[in-house]
């Protein structure tokens, strides 16, 4: 089935530094790609998302790029700030087989940011 | 925009005890969506709903669980005769357009956590 490996929390990281946060997936079709931000006591929100191969999602200086040729989507800022600490999902959408597209998450990687 | 509400918040129930969980979606969303995160686990998809539907209940166990959508009110995730084994985060979201799509963007609750003594 539809899996997402990204890796292993939790990260810890002085205010200005770069993140990168790797995650792969394995899927049968064409899946679109997420990245999802969870800060402590909130529901997950849309970070960035890209549909198809090479197409690179972007916000809040965050950025990932589709790559299909190593089923990779990996999450990446170049300055990260305090406010930055949450705990970052990345998840696939592809179709369940019963009917509609679900998403598939990884297990989430947290990310700390020390002043 | 108040956002997709959950409630409760935290949940504490005995083996054996029926736990009832509820989500009311974002104004302007009609199709809910329920999944549970397991300690150490990613979220995984139980089932999505439209009012009055369950369109597809593929991440579901077979037994005990069950999720409704009335025409009025929230949806309602519902596990009978709890098990330890229940104890996570189930968490519901919202979206304005249908799972059929592959890009289909949901916004999420901040979970109910279920814990079963």
């Known amino acids: 089935g539809d899996s997402v490996t990204q890796m292993e929390g939790p990260v810890t990281l002085s205010e200005e530094a770069f993140l990168t946060i790797n995650c792969t997936y394995t899927?049968?079709?064409?899946?679109?790609l997420f990245w999802y931000v969870q800060y402590p006591g909130e529901g997950l929100q849309l970070l960035l998302k890209?549909?198809?191969?090479?197409d690179k999602g972007s916000n809040k200086g965050f950025e990932a790029t589709y790559r299909k040729e190593t089923t990779s989507f990996h999450l990446e800022k170049g300055s990260v700030q305090v406010s930055d600490s949450a705990v970052y999902f990345c998840?696939?959408?592809?179709?369940?087989?019963?009917?509609?597209?679900?998403?598939?998450f990884g297990k989430g990687t947290k990310l700390s940011v020390i002043p | 925009n108040a956002g997709v509400m959950q409630n409760p918040r935290h949940l504490v129930r005995r083996r054996g005890q029926e736990a009832r969980l509820r989500c009311s979606p974002m104004?302007?969303?009609?199709?809910v969506y329920w999944y549970r995160q397991l300690p150490e686990e990613g979220l995984k998809f139980m089932v999505y709903?439209?009012?009055?539907?369950?369109?597809?209940e593929s991440g579901m166990p077979k037994e005990r669980f069950s999720a409704e959508f009335p025409k009025e009110g929230p949806s309602i995730l519902r596990i009978q005769q709890v098990v330890r084994g229940d104890s996570a985060a189930y968490f519901c979201?919202?979206?304005?357009?249908?799972?059929?799509?592959?890009?289909?963007?949901?916004?999420f609750g901040a979970g109910s956590r279920l814990t079963v003594l």
């Open positions: 979201a919202s979206s304005r357009q249908g799972g059929s799509s592959g890009a289909n963007v949901l916004t």
């Open positions: 899927a049968t079709g064409y899946p679109s």
């Open positions: 890209a549909t198809k191969a090479d």
């Open positions: 998840a696939l959408q592809a179709y369940s087989g019963a009917g509609s597209y679900q998403l598939t």
């Open positions: 104004k302007g969303h009609s199709h």
């Open positions: 709903l439209q009012k009055e539907n369950i369109i597809d």
